[in-house]
């Protein structure tokens, strides 16, 4: 299961988000129970006035010996990105960044446009970007030639959990970008849609809400983490292509036989 990116070997394919857990403590437990080596945070949301947030937040998320992946989540301009981007490298001190420029408020969509120029600036000023995109297969060409290191395209709008909407679009990424590392964020619902989405061969899994939100938050980690491994797994061992038609899996001869 070991794989790479951004120069970093990781065990798990799993990245969590750290917003909205019931208490710090329940937060820390999932992420444990989850496996994952990777968690965002979103500076302006985990920094916010009567949030939790501040230092102590970003210490206790240091305790955990995962790699930190901040987010830009709630910019919508690249300039409030880019400016938020170099916030996150002065306090983590990674240069790891989750980029998200927000077009439209209802949606929350990205603005693609905004979107490229923000990367473009920030893997100029040495950043490894992680672009929140739509699963548009030329927005996210532009993005690899502005310099991100990896996409990740949503498979619904955030926090929807409708699971993978548009699958063929999803599959069209992979088979065109064989080679970058494509990471499904947003609008995952349940261990299902994880599954579903590592066995259309994306290299990971980014989710907040269907863990955060859920009644037992532990479990659900824990749930995600194995729904992800097995859809790796059947991935690679290769599932069986649909038919039309029944095909019977014994074999009849025509003769009737008996084993002895």
Sequence with gaps: MSWQIADVELDSRFFLGTAAYPSPQVMLDAVRASGAQVVTVGLKRQAAAGAGGGQPFFSMLQ?????????????????????????????????????EVIGDEHTLQPDVFELVSAAATLAHDGFQVFPYCTDDLIVCRRLLDAGCVALMPWAAPIGSGQ???????????RECLPDTPLIVDAGIGSPMDATQAMELGFDAVLLNSAVSRALDPVRMAAAFKWAIQAGRLAREAGIMAEQDMAVATTPVSGRPFVLG
Excluded: D, Y
């Excluded at 910019?75 to 001190?93: D, I, K, N, P, Q």
């Excluded at 909407?165 to 599959?171: H, M, Q, V, Y």
């Design 63 to 99: 305790e955990l010996g995962c790699h930190l992946l901040p987010n830009t989540a709630g910019c919508s301009t690249a300039a409030e990105a880019v400016a938020l981007a170099h916030m996150a490298r002065e306090l983590f001190g990674t240069s790891w960044i989750k980029l």
């Design 163 to 173: 699971g993978l909407i548009n699958p063929s679009a999803l599959r069209t990424l």
